[in-house]
């Protein structure tokens, strides 16, 4: 199985900050990799696909980069509606593989 | 709109077996892969099982791996689990979705305790 490491396990940070989270794959997965937003009680929410293309209906204030095995999402100035956990996963092969998530607190 | 609701969800004991049901609408359920996916109170998510849009491939993660059977039926927008030998841990909110997309369900709770 391809296994995801996110970095880091949780980070505290301010409205208007810049904040950078990142996704090691195990193996090289080319661009097959997502981004997941979500708040408590809620179902995750698709933010990036394919590495960097932003989901329609997703800010623009978020974007991801990378291949191979090494990635970032980006999230370019903090809002309170941002305040949330964040996943990445892989859909390269099977098992889909999420990393263990990112939660970002308010500082 | 595309709905996906999830229903089935219950305490059962260790041993038992639970079938979930993923009720599918506002989109054209045929042309999707369609997959489940669990999250553990506290925990991050774990992908669990998907199935090609025509049933004829199904992969499982290994936790689950001959105790879970996920199936689908076309005509009537539908994907299940069957969740047999439950233990406590699969005690989990379980969501179906369709990857990778926004399209999830609100998730149903299963709780697996004596």
């Known amino acids: 199985d391809i296994q995801m490491t996110q970095s880091p396990s949780s980070l505290s940070a301010s409205v208007g900050d810049r904040v950078t989270i990142t996704c090691r794959a195990s193996q090289s997965i080319s661009s097959h990799l997502n981004w997941y937003q979500q708040k408590p009680g809620k179902a995750p929410k698709l933010l990036i696909f394919?590495?960097?293309s932003l989901q329609s209906g997703a800010s623009s204030r978020f974007s991801g980069s990378g291949s191979g095995t090494d990635f970032t999402l980006t999230i370019s100035s903090l809002q309170p509606e941002d305040f949330a956990t964040y996943y990445c996963q892989q859909s390269y092969r099977t098992p889909l593989t999420f990393g263990g998530g990112t939660k970002v607190e308010i500082k | 709109e595309v709905q996906l609701v999830e229903s089935g969800g219950g305490l059962v004991q260790p041993g038992g077996s639970l079938r979930l049901s993923c009720a599918a609408s506002g989109f054209t359920f045929s042309d999707y892969w369609m997959s489940w996916v669990r999250q553990a109170p506290g925990k991050g998510l774990e992908w669990l099982a998907n199935i090609k849009q025509d049933g004829s491939e199904r992969n499982y993660v290994g936790s689950v791996k001959g105790r879970f059977t996920i199936s689908r039926d076309n005509a009537k927008n539908l994907l299940s689990l069957q969740m047999n030998s439950l233990r406590a841990e699969d005690t989990a909110v379980y969501y179906c979705?369709?990857?990778?997309?926004?399209?999830w369900g609100q998730g149903t709770l299963v709780t697996v305790s004596s």
């Open positions: 979705y369709v990857g990778p997309t926004d399209y």
């Open positions: 394919a590495a960097s």
